[in-house]
Structures are given as C-alpha cells and as structure tokens.
Nanobody, 124 residues
C-alpha cells in the first residue's frame, strides 16, 4: 500500500523558515508527482507546489513563488518543502499528496494518495 508521512511543521516567527518532509512508500515506480497543499481555517484548500519525481519539473502557487522551494531526495523517496520568509498568512495545515498518474502542471488534478496534515503556524 502507498503511504505518505508528512512532518516538519511547527511554530515560527514571521520571516523565519521551516522545512516540511513527505516520506513516501509503496510506489512501484519512481515516476510519480509529489505535491503540497495547505488549508487554513475558513479557506479553501490551496495547492502550494508540486514536483515531478522523474524529471524534476515544478510548479508553485503565486502566493509562495520565490519563497518556497520543493525538492525530492529520490534515494530516500522523500519530498521536501523548504519554506523561507514565512508570513502569518502561510499559517495552515499542510498536506502532502502523491500520484503516479497525476502530472505536475499548472492545472490542479486529483491525487489518489494523501498524508496526514502537519500544522504550520507563523506568528507576527
């Protein structure tokens, strides 16, 4: 079974940094997409970023471009989201998702596999 384990959330002051990790297991190939979504109270879920594990192609939401960097460690089957220059509006529960059949494109497509969320809180 495919499993995703997200970690790395926490409390940080505005301007600070956090790195989220998404450990994956159970995929039968190395060709899949990892994405990060977030959801704040009272707001719709937003896709923050995605990366194609096979060719490294990425996409970022306008709200985080230039501050967040998505990457993978293929040897560890782990995806990362480095978040710098954090703002209070980045406060949300962050979820990682992955799918072998969902490409990383500007169009947001469904993902079959989701990890549990990790809370990110940015204080002003």
């Amino acid at each position: 079974d495919v499993q995703l384990q997200a970690s790395g959330g926490g409390l940080v002051q505005a301007g600070g940094s956090l790195r989220l990790s998404c450990a994956t297991s159970g995929f039968t190939s190395d060709d899949y997409t990892i994405a990060w979504f977030r959801q704040a109270p009272g707001r719709e879920r937003e896709r923050v970023s995605c990366i194609s594990k096979s060719d490294g192609g990425t996409h970022y939401a306008d709200s985080v471009r230039g501050r967040f960097t998505i990457s993978t460690d293929n040897a560890k089957n782990t995806g990362y989201l480095q978040m710098n220059s954090l703002k209070p509006e980045d406060t949300a529960v962050y979820f990682c998702a992955a799918d072998e059949y969902t490409p990383c494109t500007p169009v947001i497509l469904p993902y079959d596999y989701w990890g549990k969320g990790t809370q990110v809180t940015v204080s002003s």
